[in-house]
């Protein structure tokens, strides 16, 4: 059973930075393609990020050049470097599998971008 572990989310002022780690155990991480995801208050979850086992990514237009995914394969983890944050970046994080199936989730990580 894989089991999916978010960290680094908080409180930061708008044009502040975070960087959310995941942890991922239980599984071959390397050989698969990872995305961070987030669920705004009163929305629908939603991909943010994603980088393929080769190293590949692709970002949402809302963070694309503000946001940046990586990996360490070493330590089963993928990473999200978010800078410039705004109030609309608010919501629950949480990484996954990119693609058609899904682990189970996380419990995430709360980001809170404030005026």
């Known amino acids: 059973q894989v089991q999916l572990v978010e960290s680094g989310g908080g409180l930061v002022q708008a044009g502040g930075s975070l960087r959310l780690s995941c942890a991922a155990s239980?599984?071959?991480?390397?050989?698969?393609?990872m995305g961070w995801y987030r669920q705004p208050p009163g929305k629908q979850r939603e991909l943010v990020a994603f980088?393929?086992?080769?190293?590949?990514?692709n970002y949402a237009d809302s963070v694309k050049g503000r946001f940046t995914i990586s990996r360490d394969n070493a330590k089963n983890a993928v990473y999200l470097q978010m800078n410039s944050l705004q109030p609309e970046d608010t919501a629950v994080y949480y990484c996954?599998?990119?693609?058609?199936?899904?682990?189970?989730w996380g419990q995430g990580t709360q980001v809170t971008g404030s005026s």
């Open positions: 996954n599998l990119y693609g058609p199936t899904r682990w189970p």
């Open positions: 239980g599984s071959i991480f390397r050989i698969h393609g």
């Open positions: 980088i393929t086992s080769g190293g590949s990514t």
